[in-house]
């Protein structure tokens, strides 16, 4: 088992000031983004603005501060496995809202809105 | 060598390792944790089998009279909740994984064995929430929690009952990041992938529910609570939030979670059948991946449960195909199976005999999950007994009978003696007998338009429902014989000795019941699982394990 020989990989402090650094960048870039409301320029662009930052933090602190990027093959691929299981449940259930309903319900109005602003 | 280890297991084991109550409560020994499992998971067996004869006393007459409408609400829910999240979702895993998944790879333990005690007491955290849930009045919601019902009109303890549900998940993640991360790291020298007997497959399978299904179940009752509780819109309509969401949250785990609990049982009957015919299993390669092809494609079919719900006809028709698709690694299971026990030499035992029962069964409820999977017909069988039926096929006939059969074949192993043959037998008998008589009446009367979760019925059902609750009181007393059978032989039954089916498998090479470490040497694995020459040299040599080269 090759499990074991890559716990004890030494990061060095270089890198952990560096990836602080970025993430208070981003956090800086939202906090200047949330004076303007970016839907008068496309519906959904604030919603993206938003998610886009929030996804590289994630990335950063898992790769970095979780040691993933240090981890073994099999560490690595039930990290993506887990992001990947979360797709299936976003897409799957995206399925549904994106296409027309069978009927019209009394919330149906609701569903459109929740996840389509604009 | 080999002689002089039998005899001395045979006075040194893990049971009479330390007898007292905090060698048992504080105890890392995986084994000792699977029989804290099944003493608490039988427990709950019981109460949610009360609730069972309570439904079946109320619907044996078509008014309403045994109790108000209110409290059947509460009934059919609790059955629900306390077969479902207390006994079938840990049944085969937590009891009869922990006891025999280390043992089975020639480990001493599992990967976590401090984490494994902790997802017991987390269990039983769990399971307390829910018993003052039940003495405070129970929930009404179905054991679906369905909102906007559930989190604005209850009037009953929803919130308890979601942190108990939310709490008890735990201790099934924590049970399958045990096994995944034990069957990846602890297998003996020799124990490659292919060599590991079905069982491990199927529980590796179930361990990939486990950890990426029950977090979202987690967070969807906990969405619910907070709704309930603090008024946020999430899932009622009123508020700005979807109940259609919730489905489709719930759904993805509680459609898995149907393979959490039938996959461990596909596992053990892998077992039984190999073990009984003296046979490899037939198509072996097939029959593994088939396990993991479950898995990953019972994440993809949740829709089902929602046809008539609003969702969309376009997503119904993908998840109407795929759940047609699923049931192909089933059949697999049971077309190898079958194959299998041709031309094997069979013997009837009371293992057997389950496993027969499992394979009749299962065929039953997994067809019958085919009408249901087709988009017109649901519509007719939506929220009929039909269903009703069709997963009680499914979670009685196979997960349960599975469970039980599990339970006699490895009796000899977690005791060291024999159960009562004759008596093994007849339960076995009785179950199928009062099984069939009890849910076959079901298929009926939900097809002739027998909606579920109602009290009171349309006169021309009764008869019907009078089989039914027959046959559960004949179900009852199969399920009740064992207990006594099984608390018998504990001090009277015959002594088993390491391998009284002439099993292979590695639990069957340590002595009966194992010491605490399961192995007093190092087990090396040499051949492929269940090539049963291998076990008649043994027999031949008198040798307790043959493959220490
Ligand atoms: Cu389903």
Known sequence: MAEHTAEHHIVPLKVYFAVFGALMVFTAITVFVAQFDLEHYWGPLNIIVAMTVATIK????????????????????????????????????????????????????????????? | ??????????????????????????????????????????????????????????????????????????????????????????????????????????????AFPKLNLLSWYIFILGGSLMLITMINGGIDTGWTFYPPYSSI???????????????????????????????????????????????????????????????????????????????IGIFDPKLGGDPVLFQHMFWFYSHPAVYIMILPSMGVISELIANMTRKRIFGYHFVAFSSLAIAVFGFLVWGHHMFTSSQSMYA????????????????????????????????????????????????????????????????????????????????????????????????PKMTGRMYPEVWGRISAAIIFLGFNLTFFPQFVVGYLGMPRRYHAYAPEFQVLHILSSAGASILAVGFIMPVFYFAWSVKFGKKAGNNPWMASGLEWQTSSPPPTENFTYQ???????????????????????????
């Not at chain 1, 797709?87 to 809202?97: E, G, N, Q, S």
């Not at chain 2, 890392?28 to 609730?51: E, N, P, Q, T, W």
Request: net charge neutral; proline share 4%.
């Open chain 2, 1 to 110: 060598m080999a002689t002089e280890v039998m005899e001395t297991t045979s006075t040194r084991n893990y049971l009479n390792n330390g007898h007292t109550v905090k060698s048992w409560l504080l105890t890392l020994d995986h084994k000792r944790i699977g029989l804290l499992y099944l003493f608490s998971i039988s427990i709950f067996f019981a109460i949610g089998g009360v609730y069972a004869s309570l439904i079946r006393l109320e619907l044996i007459t078509p008014e309403g009279d045994l109790m108000t409408a209110e409290t059947y609400n509460k009934v059919f829910t609790m059955h629900g909740v306390m077969m479902i999240f207390f006994f079938l979702i840990p049944s085969i895993p937590a009891v009869m994984g922990n006891f025999l998944l280390p043992i089975m790879l020639g480990a001493k333990d599992v």
């Open chain 2, 316 to 411: 119904g028709m993908v998840f109407s195909l795929i759940t047609y698709a699923v049931a192909i690694p089933s059949a697999i299971k049971i077309f190898n199976w079958t194959a299998t026990i041709y031309k094997g030499s069979v013997s009837y035992d009371t293992p057997m005999i389950y496993a027969l029962a499992f394979i009749g069964l299962f065929t039953v409820g997994g067809m019958t999950g085919l009408f249901l999977a087709a988009l017109g017909l649901d519509v007719h069988l939506h929220d009929t007994y039909f269903v009703v039926a069709h997963f009680h096929y499914v979670m009685v006939g196979g997960a349960i009978i599975g469970y039980l059969g599990g339970i006699h074949f490895w009796w």
């Open chain 2, 153 to 231: 009109y209850s009037n009953t303890q929803v919130t308890l009952a979601g942190v108990s549900i939310f709490i008890t998940g735990f201790s099934s993640i924590l049970t399958g990041l045990n096994f995944m991360v034990t069957i990846h790291t602890m297998r003996a020298p020799g124990l490659t992938w292919f060599r590991l007997p079905l069982f491990v497959w199927a529980h590796y399978a179930t361990s990939l529910i486990q950890i990426l299904g029950t977090p979202v179940v987690a967070i969807t009752v906990l969405a619910l609570a907070l709704e309930r509780t603090f008024q």
């Open chain 1, 58 to 118: 994630a990335t950063l602190v898992v790769l970095y501060f979780m040691h993933v990027r240090y981890s073994s093959r099999l560490t690595q691929v039930i990290v993506v496995s887990g992001l990947f299981w979360l797709a299936i449940l976003l897409v799957f259930t995206l399925m549904d809202y994106l296409s027309e309903p069978a009927g019209q319900p009394s919330w149906a109005s609701n569903r459109k809105t929740i996840f389509l602003p604009g």
């Open chain 2, 523 to 549: 087990p090396v694995v040499t051949h492929e699982p269940y090539e049963f020459e291998h076990v008649e040299e043994i027999k031949n040599a008198g040798k307790l394990e043959n493959k220490t080269a």
